[in-house]
T-cell receptor, first 110, second 112 residues
Framework: SQTIHQWPATLVQPVGSPLSLECTVE??????LYWYRQAAGRGLQLLFY??????ISSEVPQNLSASRPQDRQFILSSKKLLLSDSGFYLC?????????FGPGTRLLVL | EDQVTQSPEALRLQEGESSSLNCSYT??????LFWYRQDPGKGPEFLFT???AGEEKEKERLKATLTKKESFLHITAPKPEDSATYLC?????????????FGKGTMLLVSP
């Protein structure tokens, strides 16, 4: 079975600062990778997905970007954080349509 | 666009009090319906996939069923450790690739 690692677990950042969240996957190869944001009362919002190295699709235009430098590594970034970027960020991995989630990163932008 | 609606938003049960959670969907050509459990501050944990109307799957006190318009997650004689948010999701095609569209979830609280 696959294991998804995310770090950091929690992060407090000032408005305007950069962001880098990392996700790595063990136990599978060539997975589809996903970044979600979960805000209270709004459910899981898909931000980015990737079907291979260097292949990124964005679901919503926003202040964030994603990169996949290696097969099992997925990075979420921002050059300048906004207050509205606060939330719980989840990385998921899947082959086929079933997705498995990491433990998440809680981001608070002040 | 596919839509997934879960009800109720929150449900409080006494230990041993059975109930059901609902997930209704609008989708053209269902390719599966997924149930997840999410504990506070953690990532969702995969529970079940259902593919066709009439299909049922069970895991401990949970049983998921599927019709052509909705899915139910039945909880029989729940225990406090079943307290969590339960999410359902359906696949959606995006530019030839499949992604999951999630409902907002039902928050279940089981009191001892």
């Amino acid at each position: 079975s696959q294991t998804i690692h995310q770090w950091p677990a929690t992060l407090v950042q000032p408005v305007g600062s950069p962001l880098s969240l990392e996700c790595t996957v063990e136990g599978t190869s060539n997975p589809n990778l996903y970044w979600y944001r979960q805000a209270a009362g709004r459910g899981l919002q898909l931000l980015f997905y990737s079907v291979g190295i260097g292949q990124i699709s964005s679901e919503v235009p926003q202040n964030l970007s994603a990169s996949r430098p290696q097969d099992r590594q997925f990075i979420l970034s921002s050059k300048k954080l906004l207050l509205s970027d606060s939330g719980f960020y989840l990385c998921a991995s899947g082959s086929g349509e079933t997705q498995y989630f990491g433990p998440g990163t809680r981001l608070l932008v002040l | 666009e596919d839509q997934v609606t879960q009800s109720p938003e929150a449900l409080r049960l006494q230990e041993g009090e059975s109930s059901s959670l609902n997930c209704s969907y609008t989708v053209s050509g269902l390719r599966g319906l997924f149930w997840y459990r999410q504990d506070p501050g953690k990532g969702p944990e995969f529970l079940f996939t259902l593919y066709s109307a009439g299909e049922e799957k069970e895991k401990e006190r949970l049983k998921a069923t599927l019709t052509k318009k909705e899915s139910f997650l039945h909880i029989t004689a729940p225990k406090p450790e079943d307290s969590a948010t339960y999410l359902c999701a359906v696949p959606e095609m995006n530019s030839g690739y499949s992604t999951l569209t999630f409902g907002k979830g039902t928050m279940l609280l089981v009191s001892p």
